[in-house]
C-alpha cells in the first residue's frame, strides 16, 4: 500500500509537469492550429536563464518570475517574427520553423551557459526530512508545490479565459479569427499574446521540472518531458485545457506504475508503452479524449 | 534532370509540335519525345555519371560523406512518397531506418547472412511495420496521426535497449568488417569497401529515385497525390483512402529500411542512442523540405544538405555554435527558399527552358502555365 501511494504520487507529480507542458502546446493550438516542437527548448532556455539568475545571487522567488516574463517575451517575439510570416504559407514551414529553433534555442542555451549539468535550487523545501507522512508513503513538499502550481495555473488560465477581456478574444480567435477580427478584435495582438502566454507556462514548466529531475538541468532534460507533454495534449484532444491536464496526469501515472508493477517493461520499455496505451485510446476516440469533432463542409 | 515535368503523361510520338511565334516565356520550349528532349535527358545522365566518376577519385573520407549522403536521400526519398505526395507527416520514419539497419546487423552477426540478401529481408519487414503504423490512419487523422508515428519513433531506441540479446542492447553491435567485404564477383578487396559502398548506394539510390517517379506517376501515385489535394473529393471518385495511406506508408517504410540496410553496411557499427532517435526523423524531415517536398530529386539535395551543413558550419565555429548556425540557416530557408532548392531551381530553370508533355493542350501558351507540381504538402 506504501509502495502503490508513492507509486502514485510519483506519477502525479511528473503527471503534472507533462500537463504544465501539454497546456502550454494547447494555448498555441488553440490560437494558431499548429504543435510547437520548440515548446520544450523554449521552456530549457528559461529554466537557464532562471538558474543564471540563481546563480548571480537573486533569490530562486524572483529568478523564477524574470523566467516567466523571458517566457513571455520570448515567446511573443517568436510568434511575431518568425511564425507569422510563414504561417500563411503552410503547415510544413512553420513545423521546419520550429525545427529550426528546436535545435537553436538547445545550442545557443549550450553556448551561454555550457553543456555541463546544472543544478537548479528548488522554490520549494526539498531537504530529506522536508515530507509528510499520507498512508506510509511520503509525500515531499517539492512534489505538492508542483502540483500546487499546476491547480493555482489552471485556476488562472480557467479565469483568464472565462472572466477578461483578452480570455474572450482568445477564444474567439481561436474559434474563428476572421469572425473575430470582423467583430473588431486585435487578432494578431492576442495570437502574440497566446505565443507569449505559452512562452511563460513553459518556463513555470521547466523551472519546477528539473530540482525534481534525477538528470538535473542539462541541455537534454526537457526532451522527454516534451515528448510526454505533446502524448498529453494530443490524448486530451489538442484543444481543451481539461483535457491537457487529464491527459498529462494519466501518462505521469501510467508511467509510474507500469514502470513499477509490470516487470517485463519495467524502467526501459516505460514511454513506448505509455505511447502505446493513448494510441490504443486515439483510435477509440479518434480526437483525443476532449477535443472537439471538426466538421468539414464538403 | 531539374527539369523533367512532373505532370508528363506517356510522351507519345508526335514529333515536330514545336510551336513558333510565342511573344514572351522561356527562351527554350522542349517538348518531351522530341530529340532535343532526348538530347537533354542523355546529357543528365553524363553528367551525372561524369560526377560520380569524380567523386569516386575522392579522398576515402569525403567519399564516405558522399556514400552517407546517398543512403539519407534514399531515407528521405521514402519519407517523400509519403509526407511529400500522400501529405502523412510522419515523424516515425527512424524507426524504419533503424528496423532496416538492426534487420541487416543481425542477420549478419547472429545468422551469417551475406550482406546484400539481408536487403529483401529488411525491406520486407519494413514493410509490414510501414502497413502498420499506417493502419491508424483509418480513424487518426493529422497531427494526431503524428502522434502514432511519434509512438513509433520514441519507442523504437527503446525496444532495441530492451531486447539486449538480439541487438546488443545500449552497448551497441558491431558488424566485423569480414562480414561486410565486397562480393567476390566485383573484384574489389575488403579494404576497398568504401569504394563498393560508394557505388553500390549510387547504384540503389538510382533505382529507388527511378521507382519513385514512376510510381508517383502510376495510377496510385495520382490517388496518392489526390488523397494529400483533398481527400473528401478524392474518396468521391472513387479512390479508397484509406488503402492508398496505408500502402503508401508500407512502401515509404520499405524504402527508407532499405537505406537502413545500407547504413548498416557503410558504418558497421549499431546503437540505439546513436542514428535511430527522434532527431534523426528530425533530420530526414529537414532534407526534404530543404530539398524541396513532393519533388524528385529534392531528396538527394537535401540529404547534402543535412549531411554537409553541420560540417559547414563546424568547420568555421565550435561546438554549439554551430547548432546556432545551423537552427538560423535553417529558419532563413525557410523564409527565403520555402518550395526547397529544388522547387526554387525548377522555377528559374523554368524562365529559360521549358519542357513540356506532346499532347499539351496549350502547347502553344505554355508560358502560362504555372510551376506543374504544386510543392506543397497539406499538412
Not at chain 1, 526501459?268 to 480526437?287: D, G, K, M
Request: proline share 5%; with cysteine; net charge positive.
Amino acid at each position: 500500500m506504501e509502495l502503490f501511494l508513492e507509486r502514485l504520487i510519483t506519477g502525479l507529480t511528473n503527471g503534472s509537469i507533462y500537463a504544465l507542458l501539454a497546456l502550454a502546446l494547447v494555448v498555441v493550438f488553440r490560437g494558431t492550429g499548429t504543435l510547437n516542437f520548440a515548446q520544450g527548448e523554449l521552456a530549457l532556455f528559461t529554466t537557464f536563464f532562471a538558474w543564471w539568475l540563481t546563480t548571480e545571487s537573486i533569490p530562486v522567488w524572483i529568478a523564477i518570475i524574470a523566467s516567466l516574463i523571458a517566457g513571455f517575451v520570448l515567446g511573443a517575439l517568436i510568434e511575431r517574427l518568425l511564425i507569422r510570416p510563414v504561417q500563411r504559407r503552410n503547415d510544413m514551414a512553420v513545423l521546419i520553423v520550429a525545427l529550426g529553433l528546436f535545435t537553436g534555442l538547445n545550442s545557443l542555451a549550450g553556448l551561454i551557459w555550457g553543456s555541463e549539468t546544472k543544478i537548479m535550487p528548488s522554490p520549494f523545501p526539498n531537504g530529506i526530512d522536508d515530507f509528510v507522512s499520507v498512508g506510509g508513503a511520503r509525500l515531499y513538499f517539492d512534489a505538492l508545490g508542483v502540483v500546487g502550481a499546476l491547480v493555482a495555473l489552471m485556476i488562472v488560465l480557467t479565469l483568464l479565459f472565462r472572466y477578461t477581456r483578452v480570455g474572450l478574444h482568445m477564444r474567439a480567435v481561436a474559434d474563428n479569427a476572421e469572425s473575430a477580427t470582423l467583430a473588431g478584435v486585435r487578432t494578431s495582438r492576442i495570437l502574440a499574446i497566446g505565443w507569449g502566454l505559452s512562452g511563460a507556462i513553459g518556463a513555470l514548466a521547466g523551472v519546477l521540472v528539473t530540482p525534481l529531475s534525477p538528470q538535473q538541468l542539462g541541455l537534454t532534460s526537457m526532451f522527454h518531458v516534451f515528448i510526454a507533454a505533446s502524448a498529453a495534449a494530443l490524448f486530451g484532444g489538442l484543444d481543451s485545457l481539461t483535457g491537457a491536464v487529464v491527459g498529462g496526469i494519466t501518462i505521469g501515472v501510467l508511467e509510474a506504475m507500469l514502470t513499477g508493477y509490470v516487470s517485463f517493461i519495467g524502467g526501459s520499455l516505460q514511454q513506448t508503452s505509455a505511447l502505446f496505451i493513448i494510441v490504443a485510446i486515439l483510435f477509440l476516440r479518434p480526437n483525443g479524449l476532449f477535443g472537439t469533432k471538426r466538421l468539414v463542409r464538403v | 534532370m531539374t527539369t523533367i515535368d512532373d505532370t508528363a503523361a506517356p510522351s507519345t510520338a508526335k514529333p515536330g509540335a514545336r510551336p513558333g511565334g510565342k511573344p514572351k516565356g522561356p527562351r527554350f520550349l522542349v517538348v518531351q519525345g522530341t530529340l532535343p528532349y532526348r538530347g537533354l535527358q542523355l546529357g543528365a545522365v553524363l553528367l551525372v555519371a561524369l560526377l560520380l566518376l569524380w567523386a569516386s577519385g575522392l579522398p576515402a573520407f569525403r567519399m564516405g560523406q558522399i556514400t552517407n549522403v546517398f543512403i539519407i536521400a534514399i531515407a528521405i526519398a521514402g519519407l517523400n512518397l509519403v509526407t511529400g505526395y500522400t501529405g502523412l507527416l510522419s515523424i516515425g520514419h527512424s524507426a524504419f531506418f533503424g528496423l532496416g539497419a538492426y534487420t541487416t546487423g543481425i542477420l549478419i552477426v547472429k545468422y551469417e547472412f551475406a550482406p546484400l540478401s539481408t536487403i529483401p529481408v529488411a525491406i520486407g519487414l519494413c514493410f509490414v511495420l510501414g502497413l502498420l503504423v499506417g493502419l491508424p490512419s483509418l480513424r487518426i487523422h493529422g497531427l494526431y496521426l503524428a502522434l502514432v508515428t511519434l509512438a513509433v519513433a520514441v519507442s523504437f531506441p527503446e525496444i532495441v535497449r530492451r531486447a539486449e540479446e538480439l541487438t546488443g542492447g545500449a552497448a551497441g553491435m558491431v558488424v566485423r568488417s569480414r562480414f561486410l567485404a565486397p562480393p567476390e564477383w566485383t573484384g574489389l578487396v575488403r579494404a576497398e569497401r568504401g569504394i563498393w559502398m560508394f557505388w553500390f548506394s549510387a547504384a540503389v539510390l538510382a533505382v529507388v529515385m527511378l521507382l519513385c517517379r514512376n510510381l508517383v506517376r502510376s495510377r496510385f501515385g495520382i490517388a496518392m497525390r489526390a488523397t494529400r489535394d483533398n481527400e473528401i473529393a478524392a474518396a468521391a471518385n472513387g479512390i479508397s483512402v484509406a488503402r492508398t495511406k496505408i500502402v503508401a506508408f508500407g512502401i515509404s517504410g520499405a524504402i527508407t529500411g532499405l537505406a537502413g540496410s545500407l547504413f548498416t553496411m557503410y558504418m558497421g557499427a549499431l546503437s540505439p542512442d546513436g542514428s535511430f532517435t527522434l532527431l534523426k526523423s528530425i533530420e530526414f524531415i529537414t532534407g526534404l523540405v530543404l530539398g524541396g517536398v513532393a519533388t524528385q530529386i529534392g531528396p538527394l539535395v537535401g540529404a547534402f544538405a543535412v549531411v554537409f551543413l553541420p560540417y559547414l558550419t563546424a568547420s568555421y565555429t565550435e561546438g554549439p555554435l554551430a547548432g546556432v548556425v545551423f537552427g538560423i540557416v535553417l529558419i532563413v530557408i525557410v523564409f527565403l527558399m520555402p518550395e526547397g532548392i529544388v522547387g526554387r531551381v525548377g522555377i528559374l530553370a523554368r524562365k529559360v527552358v521549358h519542357i513540356v508533355p506532346a499532347d499539351h493542350p496549350r502547347l502553344g501558351r505554355a508560358d502560362r502555365e504555372g510551376p506543374p507540381e504544386p510543392a506543397r504538402a497539406e499538412q
